[in-house]
């Protein structure tokens, strides 16, 4: 049995909406004008928390099964035009948008270090526009926890560890 994503079902039709109004504006700007040269992002680690040398990368595997499921579907599609603020051309658009990028990341599990990167994005800019915010999301929930995990073995090696409460971060919904 393969383990679902923490991100929920891929399937789902309101994936595509984990964004932020100001994506969308952005992404109905580029379609307008026609803006869809190549564009190049990472996500990293800008510093490290007070006491620790390091996170453990996570996230990656979902961030990719994200990027290769992402489209509109009609029911998101139906709630943006419902919402009244984007033309049916945009809509129209929209519905044909696939993620066809590349991307480069680190393994899963792997130690990162302030600076390298975990995740390197390079797509038509619209495409790498809209996966921002679930990628930040994803890969800082993940890597949270993940880094959490490795902190408790390290403290008490060959012990059991049990985290004492869920992190303080955000997520999806299922």
């Known amino acids: 049995m393969t383990p679902e994503p923490l991100g929920g079902d ?26 869809t040269a190549r564009a190049t992002f990472e996500l ?11 996170l453990i990368a996570c996230g ?3 961030a990719l099964a994200y990027l290769e499921g992402l489209r509109f579907g009609e029911e998101a599609l139906a709630a943006l035009e419902r919402g009244g ?6 809509l129209d658009w929209l519905a044909g948008l696939r ?5 480069y990341a ?4 792997t130690p990162a270090f302030a600076g390298a990167p ?15 915010t679930y990628l930040l999301n994803q890969l800082h929930l993940q ?12 403290a008490g090696p060959g012990r059991p560890g049990v985290g004492v409460r869920a992190p303080r971060a955000p997520r999806p919904p299922p």
Do not use: C, W
């Not at 603020?85 to 945009?90: D, M, V």
């Not at 993620?99 to 991307?103: A, E, P, Y």
């Not at 680190?106 to 599990?109: D, K, L, Q």
């Open 118 to 132: 975990l995740l390197t994005v390079e797509a038509p800019l619209p495409e790498a526009q809209l996966a921002e």
């Open 44 to 54: 990293y680690v800008r510093s490290l928390p007070e006491r620790r040398n390091y």
């Open 85 to 90: 603020r984007f033309p049916a051309s945009f």
């Open 10 to 35: 891929l399937d789902e039709p309101g994936r595509a909406l984990f964004t932020d109004l100001y994506q969308l504006t952005m992404l109905q700007a580029y379609a307008e004008h026609g803006l």
């Open 143 to 154: 890597t949270v926890i993940a880094s959490k995990g490795a902190r408790i073995v390290e």
């Open 99 to 103: 993620f066809t990028g590349d991307v």
């Open 106 to 109: 680190m393994p899963e599990g």
């Open 60 to 62: 990656l595997e979902d």
